[in-house]
Nanobody, 126 residues
Framework: QVQLVESGGGLVQAGGSLRLACAAS????????IGWFRQAPGKEREFVAA????????YYADSMKGRFTISRDNPKKTVYLQINSLKLEDAAVYYC???????????????????WGQGTQVTVSS
């Protein structure tokens, strides 16, 4: 089992950058695919990006490619989501989640992810 805690959210001006962190507890963190999702007010939660257990493979939602970068540091038990050139529509609660173990193919379906953090709020001002 793994517990996840997100951090790094806050209020940022449009055009700015943020790096979100997903810190894990538990000895098995390095086995898991980790995904980032987000949910804006009044909208369904959507997939942002995912990274395989070794960090060798990443997968992004088409609309997120170019401005979002996912990475992981297994010794630190942390996965990061770098967001550049923030837009107003990026405002949401961002969640990280742990999915399959030992998978090289990170997925985008929420049903693949069993452990979720509580989320971190990203607010973007104009």
């Amino acid at each position: 089992q793994v517990q996840l805690v997100e951090s790094g959210g806050g209020l940022v001006q449009a055009g700015g950058s943020l790096r979100l962190a997903c810190a894990a507890s538990g000895r098995t963190f390095s086995r898991y695919t980790i995904g980032w999702f987000r949910q804006a007010p009044g909208k369904e939660r959507e997939f942002v990006a995912a990274i395989s257990w070794t960090g060798a493979n990443t997968y992004y939602a088409d609309s997120m490619k170019g401005r979002f970068t996912i990475s992981r540091d297994n010794p630190k038990k942390t996965v990061y989501l770098q967001i550049n050139s923030l837009k107003l529509e990026d405002a949401a609660v961002y969640y990280c989640a742990a999915g399959s173990q030992y998978s090289s193919s990170p997925g985008d379906s929420q049903s693949e992810y069993n452990y979720w953090g509580q989320g971190t709020q990203v607010t973007v001002s104009s």
